[in-house]
């Protein structure tokens, strides 16, 4: 047999071979693949056969499989148990699937061959979700620039080229700008205000440069104890305007960044014959155009209204003084402790992880008519890590690792991979494969691992887009699972999440792990009460971001608006809970926005869009009972089995029997009655 042939990464199968995969297999596979995938492609541009489907957009489907399937897994050995052999095998080979991927989207044989089947009768015949993905097909390559004539291609090329350049040097100046502030304190007393868990961090930082005291800086965990509790007022107003004047003074200032890349992306829009470029992005999306998110947000801006301005007041009464942006978090935090004083830390005896997942499983298990199983003996990339597949009767719907604990060679963060996309064949499908990763508190001194109860939210939300992955039932893998629009994904996932606060379910889970007492209900009532606090400050704070955002995208022009930091401080203003002062500039360090050709920008109203679908769904859920298994069935063959085979928009009527209702979203911030 030659070498090649005994390359795993060339034949992945369920479940994957992790125990034989190594670094000197990854680039060598890789490239094999590539040249696979270039032949594929050659054979689909020159094929003298009648164009059919198969010969055309099914093979542009499974075009790329196994380079993918293989590239997952080299990325997933980089995150979950990373050598420098593995990063390096993985920087070698990534620019490859890139470069691969940009290629068939630009390849001009392929896109005569998807014209001229376009055309044909067995074209004109399809129909469902095969129709769909022919005209999903067709606008992606459009979108690209493939109808364009070849200098308007060229243009847009350059235009791409450009706006990765100024994307990529924007980044460098948030992250410049971010570690260029410090503040070092030598006296503790300066300190008053602050808890021992932020003290002792900053005192790990100021250690970690070689000094002696305490460092805090503008990273998220050190900025915010500064903002919540640190009693000196002149030093919470000095990091305020150092936080958000981020990247807008020299050397890293932002503001030609920002204006050329939306110049860069209204010149694109317009090259591929769009408005602007929010029409370009949500096209696509579940909203379908930049008006309808922008009317989207503004129903709820209007809605939150009350309650934000009742909540504002409550902070004017509790201060001495007018609240100033750097009092708002300060004075909140004051408020929580008053009313709740719920400490996350007394709740995390009640969530052992094991009794979690298998609850959870449970959970799953009434719902969808699904049973989990852990496998054992199944070869992983760490021995902490579990193998479970899932069962429909006897059919195996799939299976999936999970690897909850933080290691020095793992990446931060939760997370859920698809890893492998079964396929329908003659009497079913063959299995899905995929994970979840996570970082949570391992076991300690005879302790099992203990949860917050934000973990358990999390380990419920990964586990949502696992089966959204595992339960899909689609014909075609670009349809299957979570391959769904970015303002619909989050749905599955999301929705799980509303379990972890109901006691019913609670009470298959959350039991102290020594004495096996249910939560108390005197502290399940201050976890409730205290999800609302301030919701919406913290709604209106999210919509400030997607109005900028739709703002700039769709509306703003430099000749009439003049310049964009006193056009976002302005929309900023209008939602504020406090006067923004006049070195404000939020924008220039909005990395959603402006870190990536494309990121989050004219798409940060996905957020909250999914919020309404999934507080609407679980709604329908609490009407019917929250185990109610017909809702549950539904929910499965309207949503978890379709993947993007159908329009959105009719999934979720499918399942729901009516479009999602804004006010369930308000209903569950506790926001309604003020409407
Ligand atoms: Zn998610």
């Known amino acids: 047999m030659s070498k090649q042939a005994s390359n795993p990464l060339l034949n992945l199968g369920y479940p994957f071979p992790f125990g034989e995969i190594t670094p000197e297999h990854m680039v060598p596979a890789v490239k094999k693949l590539v040249q696979l995938c270039n032949q594929r492609l050659r054979a689909i541009a020159g094929s003298q056969q009648p164009r059919t489907f198969e010969n055309t957009l099914g093979a542009l489907d499974t075009l790329t499989r196994e380079i993918d399937q293989a590239m997952t897994v080299i990325a997933h050995l ?51 979700p095969r129709r769909r993905y022919l005209n999903k097909t067709m606008a992606a390559f459009r979108r690209n620039g493939a109808a364009l004539p070849l200098h308007k291609k060229r243009a847009l090329r350059k235009i791409d080229l450009e706006l990765g350049r100024v994307a990529s040097a924007f980044s460098d100046n948030v992250l410049d700008s971010t570690n260029a502030y410090e503040w070092v304190v030598e006296n503790e007393q300066e300190l008053a205000g602050l808890p021992s868990s932020a003290r002792s961090m900053a005192r790990d930082a100021a250690a970690a440069k070689g000094i002696t005291g305490w460092r805090f800086t503008l990273q998220a965990p050190s900025y915010e104890a500064i903002m919540k509790h640190l009693d000196d007022r002149s030093v919470r107003e000095r990091f305020y305007r150092a936080y958000h004047s981020r990247a807008s003074l020299p050397p890293f200032d932002n503001g030609v960044n920002i204006a050329r890349i939306i110049e860069l992306r209204r010149a694109k829009a317009s090259l591929l014959g769009y408005a602007d470029f929010a029409e370009l992005v949500i096209e696509e999306r579940m909203a379908k155009s930049g008006k309808a998110a922008s009317e989207f947000l503004d129903r709820l801006r209007v809605q939150t209204g009350p309650a934000f301005q009742r909540e504002n007041t409550e902070l004017e009464e509790i201060a ?75 059919d195996l719907l799939g299976g999936f690792y999970t690897d909850w604990f933080p290691r020095e060679n793992k990446r931060p963060g939760a997370w859920m991979d698809g890893m492998l996309t079964g396929s329908p064949v003659r009497d079913g499908f063959t299995p899905h494969l995929g994970l979840m990763c996570g970082n949570l508190t391992p076991p300690t ?139 404000f500039a939020m924008v ?67 399942f729901a029997g009516r479009d999602p209702d804004t006010a369930a979203l308000l209903e569950r911030a506790g926001l309604l009655q003020t409407v």
């Open 78 to 128: 980089k995150e979950t148990a990373s050598s420098p052999e593995i990063r390096a095998a993985h920087s070698q080979a990534e620019p490859l699937v890139i470069a691969l991927h940009s290629r068939i989207l630009l390849h001009t044989g392929l896109w005569k061959a998807l014209q001229e089947f376009a055309a044909s009768p067995d074209a004109a015949a399809l129909s469902g």
């Open 320 to 394: 001495p003084h007018p609240v100033e942006a750097w009092d708002v978090l300060y004075y909140a935090e004051k408020l929580r402790k008053a009313r709740f004083d719920l400490d996350e830390e007394a709740l995390r005896p009640y969530f052992p992880l094991d009794r979690v997942v298998n609850g959870m499983f449970q959970i799953a298990g009434r719902l969808f008519g699904i049973r989990v199983e852990e496998r054992t003996g199944v070869p992983a990339w760490h021995p902490s890590v579990r193998f479970y597949e899932i069962f429909d009767g006897k």
């Open 445 to 583: 001194g005879g302790r099992p691992a203990l949860l917050t109860h934000r973990d358990v939210e999390t380990v419920f939300h990964e586990f949502g887009h696992l089966l959204h992955h595992l339960l899909s039932r689609v014909e075609l893998r670009s349809q299957s699972g979570t391959a769904v629009a970015w303002d619909f994904v989050e749905l599955p996932s999301q929705i799980m999440e509303n379990w972890c606060w109901e006691r019913e379910a609670l009470d298959l889970f959350a039991a102290h792990y020594e004495t096996g007492d249910p939560l108390p209900e005197d502290l399940f009532q201050r976890m409730r009460k205290a999800q609302t606090f301030r919701a919406a400050n913290q709604q209106m704070r999210q919509l400030s971001f997607g109005i900028m955002d739709l703002a700039l995208h769709r509306s703003y022009d430099p000749a009439r608006d003049g310049g964009i930091l006193a056009y976002c401080r302005q929309v900023q203003q209008a939602l504020s809970p406090a006067p923004l002062p006049e070195d």
């Open 588 to 654: 220039n360090s909005f990395s959603h926005l402006f870190g990536s050709p494309v990121g989050y920008a004219a798409g940060y109203y996905s957020y909250k869009w999914a919020e309404v679908l999934d507080a609407d769904a679980f709604k329908v859920f609490l009407k019917a009972g929250i185990f109610d298994a017909t809702t549950g069935a539904r929910f499965r063959s309207a949503i978890l089995s379709r993947g993007d085979s159908e329009d959105p928009a009719q999934l979720y009527r499918d």
